[in-house]
Every structure is written in structure tokens, then in C-alpha cells.
T-cell receptor, first 115, second 115 residues
Framework: DGGITQSPKYLFRKEGQNVTLSCEQNLNHDAMYWYRQDPGQGLRLIYYSQIVNDFQKGDIAEGYSVSREKKESFPLTVTSAQKNPTAFYLC??????????????FGEGSRLTVL | GESVGLHLPTLSVQEGDNSIINCAYSNSASDYFIWYKQESGKGPQFIIDIRSNMDKRQGQRVTVLLNKTVKHLSLQIAATQPGDSAVYFCAENRYISDSGYALNFGKGTSLLVTP
């Protein structure tokens, strides 16, 4: 079945450690996104990529990094510079970066807890 | 700044009743809106969308109404069922740069269906 796979589902990290969250899609979508969700909050955009080998910062990119070497993959690294990394991270994709095709397909999320 | 917001953080309805979830937006240039449903610990799922050239759109048991004059949209769920209990988000298509668009999400409304 086509979809978006995020891993791991749960992750624990010690302070000062970098951690990488995986996101893979087999929907042949051009655009991919990372959102962060805190309890009782909406989703905030971290990074997005509209095409392979290109990505842009979203609203809260500080302390995060991404790469887009393959169309199917858009990993997110939470670095030690991120001051409050404990959150639920959601990866999404959409068919095209073009206007009017705004529907995003989401993965099941990765919950990161910093100990 | 421009934002998408919701009037009520929680909504409790009795099974079988109709539910109405409201959302206000501030960007008058927004032309595409989506409603998502998020169950606990999962990624958001698409429910229904509407473009700004429409006032109303219906799906299975759901209707979205858009009032551009007051920049307000609502999600109506008919004959609410226990499985409808979730957090509901409205989102607007948002221009980021020449690279394309992303979705801007509101904080969400928690819908609780009681027997």
C-alpha cells in the first residue's frame, strides 16, 4: 500500500545528543514537510522540500536540519541546539508544490522525549 | 501576523447529534482550506477541503461552510458517532516562497462524543 512511513514511533534521547527521524514515502510525491506538534497545539512547520536536493526553512527551523537526497526520503535531525525538542513530529507529503494541491498526507508521527 | 484559529478548544456532543466546529482565518488572500481529523497518537487524516470560489461543500456526513466576508469556516458532522471523537484542525494553504506552498494549521478543537 502507498503511504508515508515514519520511524521510530517512540524515541528517547539524552540532552546534548543529536537524533535523526526517518520519513519515507512511496506515493511519488514531489513535496515533503516536517511539522512539530506540542500538547494542545496546532502543527508548526519546521522544514519543507518541494523537490529533490532542495529544501527551505519553515517557521521553527532553529535546532533542526534536513536533507533530500532522494525523492522518497526526507530525514529530520534534531540537534543539540534545539532547546526544547520533546514533541510529536509529523512528516507529510503532497503531490506537487503547485498552488491548489494543498492536501497533505501524513505519517503516523514520531514521539521524541528528551530525558 | 496572519493565522488560522479556532473558536473553542473543546466540544462535547451526544451521540446522534450534529456537531459544528468553527474556524476563523485572518488572511483574506487564503483560497484553499482543509479540515483534518487527528486521533490520539496518530497523524492527521484528511476529511474535506474547500476552495474560496465555493461557499459549501459536502462529503459523507460532513459539510464545510466558508464565509469569506467574515473569514470564517465551519465543519458540520451529521449524526455524530463515537468514532468521531478526535481533534479537528482547520488549515489554510499558505504561500511560502517561489518554491511553493505549505499548510498553516490552527490549534485544533477536541471533539468528545458521549453516549
Amino acid at each position: 500500500d502507498g503511504g508515508i512511513t515514519q520511524s521510530p514511533k517512540y524515541l528517547f534521547r539524552k540532552e546534548g545528543q543529536n537524533v535523526t527521524l526517518s520519513c519515507e514515502q512511496n506515493l511519488n510525491h514531489d513535496a515533503m514537510y516536517w511539522y512539530r506538534q506540542d500538547p494542545g497545539q496546532g502543527l508548526r512547520l519546521i522544514y519543507y522540500s518541494q523537490i529533490v536536493n532542495d529544501f527551505q526553512k519553515g517557521d521553527i527551523a532553529e535546532g533542526y536540519s534536513v536533507s533530500r537526497e532522494k525523492k522518497e526520503s526526507f530525514p529530520l535531525t534534531v540537534t543539540s541546539a534545539q532547546k526544547n525538542p520533546t514533541a510529536f513530529y509529523l512528516c507529510a507529503s503532497s503531490i506537487s508544490r503547485l498552488r491548489g494541491t494543498g492536501e497533505l498526507f501524513f505519517g503516523e508521527g514520531s514521539r521524541l522525549t528528551v530525558l | 501576523g496572519e493565522s488560522v484559529g479556532l473558536h473553542l478548544p473543546t466540544l462535547s456532543v451526544q451521540e446522534g447529534d450534529n456537531s459544528i466546529i468553527n474556524c476563523a482565518y485572518s488572511n483574506s488572500a487564503s483560497d484553499y482550506f482543509i479540515w483534518y481529523k487527528q486521533e490520539s497518537g496518530k497523524g492527521p487524516q484528511f476529511i474535506i477541503d474547500i476552495r474560496s470560489n465555493m461557499d459549501k461543500r459536502q462529503g459523507q456526513r460532513v459539510t464545510v461552510l466558508l464565509n469569506k466576508t467574515v473569514k470564517h469556516l465551519s465543519l458540520q458532522i451529521a449524526a455524530t458517532q463515537p468514532g468521531d471523537s478526535a481533534v479537528y484542525f482547520c488549515a489554510e494553504n499558505r504561500y511560502i516562497s517561489d518554491s511553493g506552498y505549505a499548510l498553516n494549521f490552527g490549534k485544533g478543537t477536541s471533539l468528545l462524543v458521549t453516549p
